[in-house]
């Protein structure tokens, strides 16, 4: 099931890595920059470092 699909059914989004969980709202945040590129309004980075940068700004 893709995560759209989770979310769609109101289920917790979960996350995780080596490091421990994501939280909801970093994943939520993944998820829309997502949906954006696929629309063609999301912004470029030249540096995965800066995508990082930017998402954790808010």
Request: avoid cysteine.
């Given at each position: 099931m893709a995560?759209?699909?989770?979310q769609k059914e109101?289920?917790?989004l979960r996350a995780s890595?080596?490091?421990g969980d994501f939280s909801e709202e970093f994943i939520a945040d993944v998820l829309?920059?997502?949906r954006?590129?696929?629309l063609g309004l999301g912004?470029?980075?030249d540096k995965v470092d800066d995508l990082?940068?930017?998402l954790l700004e808010d």
């Open positions: 995560l759209t699909e989770v109101g289920r917790s890595d080596s490091h829309e920059a997502k954006e590129s696929e912004k470029r980075f990082i940068a930017d």
